[in-house]
């Protein structure tokens, strides 16, 4: 399939120098090396050259189209792209400034290079040092969630959706290095999720103490024991409740009513039934004359 075609299925029709950078890294793929043997695809190929161009150029790439379109799954994808990415050396940077000029957030460019400082400094600290030298940090991802952790620190919007597009990775890893950074550095990127209870509070709880309509009421078990709290509690009820409670107690008193009569009018299954003798009486002989036949 012909790069422009490819182009134009994922709208970068309108980004010539995107279109002629990607024709240019995919000679440079057939003169390096056999993409085939990592599972390429030509069409695959294609598209990951567009995507590498785009980030390059600083331009939105719909990466799930372009999973669609390549046939692959979005890890085989992301794994093809970082192998066709290592094989051509491209590296793909993403500076803090643009994002804040991008976004509208530039009084957020301190902190995030203070965050991803400290990251860096924190996570290396937990790694054996046979594992630190071959660390990169360099990828986009890692500075596009530590702005969108500053941002949403600092309550400023930002557009995730578009944030994973430019720096070209996935919602699944881009969550995990996110909450990667969040645990490791809580004190630049963490927010305090906890909400508390209400009840919990000594000042709300006399606020709700105010409230009758807020407060909690007791199970009617428990009427008996305190009959007069109860009652203050009755009158401090909304009408609409209080005439439910009202009705639901009549319907518990006609449903006693109607089992105790029902116990009242129940036979003794253990006591033997006597069949009623029937006395009929037996018809009178009643004399019946012939007439005789005329001589």
């Not at 085989?76 to 803090?96: C, E, H, M, P």
């Not at 006609?254 to 009486?281: E, G, H, I």
Request: proline share 4%.
């Amino acid at each position: 399939m012909d790069m422009s075609a490819i182009a134009a299925r994922l709208g970068l029709s309108g980004s010539r120098p995107v279109v002629r950078k990607a024709g240019e890294l995919r000679r440079l793929c057939d003169v390096n090396f056999d993409s085939s043997v990592l599972g390429i695809g030509e069409v695959c190929k294609a598209i990951i050259c567009l995507e590498i161009a785009a980030s390059k150029f600083q331009v939105i790439f719909d990466r799930a189209e372009a999973v669609r379109m390549s046939g692959m799954s979005e890890k085989a994808y992301i794994r093809s792209f970082n192998a066709l990415q290592n094989g051509l050396g491209v590296k793909t940077t993403l500076d803090v400034r643009e994002l804040g000029i991008q976004f509208g957030c530039v009084r957020l460019i301190p902190f995030v290079q203070r965050g991803l400082s400290l990251y860096k400094e924190r996570f290396l600290a937990a790694l054996p040092p046979s594992r630190r030298a071959s660390t990169d940090f360099g990828r986009p991802v890692f500075t596009a969630a530590a702005f969108y952790l500053c941002a949403k620190r600092h309550k400023l919007k930002v557009d995730k959706i578009k944030l994973i597009d430019i720096c070209g990775t996935s919602s699944s890893e881009f969550t995990t290095v996110s909450t990667s950074m969040a645990d490791l550095c809580f004190d630049v990127f963490g927010i305090a999720k906890e909400k508390k209870d209400p009840k919990s509070i000594k000042g709300n709880r006399e606020l709700l103490d105010v409230l009758p309509s807020k407060r909690k009421h007791e199970d009617d078990s428990d009427s008996s024991d305190e009959s007069s709290e109860d009652d203050q509690d009755e009158l401090d009820l909304p009408t609409h409740k209080r005439q439910k409670r009202m009705d639901k107690q009549a319907y518990n008193d006609w449903k006693s009513s109607v089992l105790s009569s029902n116990k009242q009018t129940k036979t003794d299954p253990a006591k033997p039934r006597r069949q009623a003798q029937l006395n009929f009486k037996k018809p009178t002989d009643v004399a019946v004359e012939v007439p005789s036949a005329a001589n």
